[in-house]
């Protein structure tokens, strides 16, 4: 341990979704990689319980350099209603289904169907009061809304983003940094449907993180097609934003401090952090990944 070093890895991919205060009606993002989606991201890679004490991993000074911030893009999704096909496994943990799915496949039809093969018309809706079996530990639902909902859910589109974890330990970060090329778990931006593409980790680099992002050029864009000429990236100052290791006066901390992950959401706390204009110096080294 002589100084600190830094982590760099590359997020990117068609959509990213970094949720800060999303509920299940509403599903934000923010404008930038979370510290708490990018720890439990290493935490997949490294195929950490979820339960797991985060420890040294959550310790790290998280920055995140936005060369390319994307655009916000609304999805119109609806959920529930409609004809929904009753399986094995819905009848097993469901008691809501069980009890309403008896009376259609056992009493009212003289001839069921196989088994899994019964259907209700217009019963599937979103569960609610989602909760773990104290027996099983498999999640059940304590009510079923049986009419559609409509939510809406914000992605970032197009966007790259340069993350780095500064810690003093090199070892630490090279373990990371092999776990997010080789995952124990499967990966994504924020959101089961953002899976990252190309290169994650860019290696471990001595320095602080905004010496990290001086000296690195901007993370190439995807690649042209039909001809389109390539994104200028020259006199570019993007922003970064850098953790404070404590609280900054005037500056409204982020609630995305990961504790523990859990079932139940996992527990996050405060923490603050400094907006930078970075000028990228001339001499800053390029890349050579797979976009």
């Not at 049986?146 to 939510?151: C, V």
Request: hydrophobic share 35%; net charge positive.
């Amino acid at each position: 341990m002589n100084g600190p070093h830094v982590l760099l890895i590359r997020l990117a991919g068609p959509l990213q979704s970094w949720g800060l205060t999303g509920r299940f009606a509403r599903r934000d993002t923010h404008t930038r990689p979370t510290k708490s989606g990018v720890i439990g991201l290493c935490a997949a890679a490294l195929g950490l319980p979820r339960e797991e004490p985060l420890g040294e991993l959550a310790e790290t000074r998280f920055g995140v350099r936005a060369d390319r911030p994307g655009t916000p893009l609304r999805d119109y999704h609806t959920v529930g209603a409609g004809t929904y096909p009753l399986r094995p496994r819905d009848l097993l943990t469901d008691h809501q289904r069980a009890a309403k799915a008896t009376p259609v496949s056992a009493r009212e039809t003289s001839q069921p169907g196989p088994f899994g093969r019964s259907e209700l018309e217009a019963w599937y809706g979103s569960p609610k009061y989602v909760t773990a079996d104290p027996t099983s530990g498999a999640l059940i639902s304590g009510e079923v809304r049986r009419h559609a909902l409509i939510t809406e859910r914000w992605y970032l589109a197009d966007a790259t983003f340069l993350v780095g974890l500064e810690h003093p330990d090199a070892a630490l970060l090279n373990r990371i940094a092999y776990a997010l090329e080789h995952p124990k778990r499967l990966l994504w931006l924020g959101r089961k449907a953002c899976p990252p593409s190309g290169d994650l980790a860019l290696g471990v680099v001595p320095g602080t993180l905004r010496e990290a992002f001086e000296t690195h050029a901007l993370l190439p864009a995807a690649p042209c097609y039909d001809d389109e000429p390539p994104t200028p990236v020259t006199d570019v100052r993007p922003w970064a934003w850098i953790e404070s290791p404590r609280p900054l006066p005037g500056i409204g901390p982020l609630s995305d401090q990961p504790i523990r992950f859990g079932a139940d959401g996992g527990v996050h706390s405060l923490r603050w952090e400094t907006r930078h204009r970075i000028t990228i110096a001339s001499h800053a080294r390029g890349w050579d990944i797979i976009l």
